[in-house]
């Protein structure tokens, strides 16, 4: 698990990452609001198949139903990109999966997300990169990266895998 995410079936991304903290704590992040502003955005996943998704990070909006759901090892929801007053998504609908194995006092943690389309691929990757960092120092009491200053870094890495 070097941190980098890799593209799957063509049209997905996928990270696999060795979180430290028990899978409970990592569900945690992904589910409480309070958690997930502080890494993902602001806003709420409801823990049930069903349910709605919707996260705001100032820019556009993400909303979706969960289609999966065990606590705390599992969860999948759809994912549709909403740019601020738009009536319909801006991209066609993906679906991200979470899904938490317990190593010890650490979480295996397996995020798919897809389909992408090419032209958003990199991007996606380098933002869940991003992200997947800030989440990992926030689970360790450390300070987050920048999500700017990482998006960047990577970012020439993801146009170069092959898709």
């Not at 997930?36 to 820019?59: F, Y």
């Not at 995020?111 to 389309?117: E, M, Q, S, Y």
């Not at 120092?137 to 146009?159: I, K």
Request: hydrophobic residues 40%; proline residues 7%; aromatic residues 10%.
């Amino acid at each position: 698990m070097n941190g980098f995410g890799a593209y799957v079936s063509g049209d997905a991304v996928r990270f696999e990452r060795l979180l430290p903290a028990p899978p409970e704590q990592v569900w945690a992040y992904l589910t409480e609001s309070e958690l997930l502003s502080e890494w993902l955005g602001n806003g709420e996943i409801a823990r049930e198949v069903g349910g709605k998704v919707e996260l705001r990070s100032g820019g556009p909006v993400i909303r979706g139903t969960v289609l999966e759901c065990a606590t705390p090892r599992l969860l999948s929801y759809t994912w549709n990109v909403y740019m601020p007053g738009g009536e319909a998504p801006a991209a066609a609908e993906s679906v991200l999966r979470f899904e938490l194995t317990a190593r010890g006092n650490e979480t295996a943690l397996a995020l798919t997300h897809g389909p992408i389309a090419a032209v958003y691929r990199s991007r996606t990757a380098a933002g869940w990169h991003a992200l997947l960092d800030i989440l990992a120092a926030r689970l360790s009491d450390e300070m987050p990266p920048d999500f700017v200053e990482t998006f960047h870094r990577v970012h020439p890495d993801y146009e170069k895998l092959p898709s």
